[in-house]
């Protein structure tokens, strides 16, 4: 796997979830996706739920979703998720039986999981036949140019290669993804967050609508995408 995931070995935070923040665009795209592949009523498991935010988005479909979710860490014990059922366990310590789910989504969240071979494999395990699997990370060449800005303004967050514990390819997500039994439907390039500040805001719009029409000439292109959507079945 050194060949196909990049690892930053500053370790782990404590949970697989970043924490709460302006992500509402993002999820709502989502969960439009999810809406146009699976009925109402389906039983969906969103992992590293951090503080349900995502549960909320569902719910103003007004649809009927089973929610499930899963977040160890600790911060979130106390949380109110509504009628959701949310364990505060890794995944594979939540023990769901085989096929328990119509849908898996693992949002702003795939980076901070310890062996995500294995996470994937529990995913596949706990998806009914043809289920699907729906999870977003960050373009790699976006992440570059974020890197040069940050080392230009002393952001360090926006560092290349130090946010997060684990970075991805498109080529080592398939590789995973097909381990697993796990087939690729689609990837969507997708802003993510919504940015502060009504300038960044409009540049972003002008920049992800070039990037939609770069994409449908050559797919390589969302390498520049702020979040790539992955929609996968099961096998």
Known sequence: MADTVFVNFKGWPAGISGGASNRETGMHFVAQEIAHRVPHGARLLDVGCANGEFFDVLRSQNSTWQLFGND?????????????????????????????????????????????????????????????????????????????????????????FTAYPFYYSDYSLRLMLNRAMLMVDSTLPNQGIKPDGRIVRLAMAIYMLGLRALTLISPQMRTLSPKNVYIAHRI
Not at 91 to 106: E, G, H, Y
Not at 107 to 118: E, G, H
Not at 120 to 145: C, H, N, S
């Open 72 to 160: 160890p860490d600790p911060k979130w014990l106390q949380h109110d998720y509504g009628d959701a059922q949310v364990i505060h366990q890794p995944l594979r310590q939540c023990n769901f039986p085989d096929q328990s789910f119509d849908v898996v989504t693992v949002l702003d969240a795939l980076y901070y999981i310890p062996d995500p071979d294995l996470e994937i494999m529990e995913i596949a395990r706990i998806l009914k036949p043809g289920g699907i699997f729906i999870f977003d990370v960050i373009g790699q060449t976006y992440l570059i140019l974020r890197g040069w800005l940050g080392r230009m303004l002393n952001l360090e967050r926006t560092h290349t």
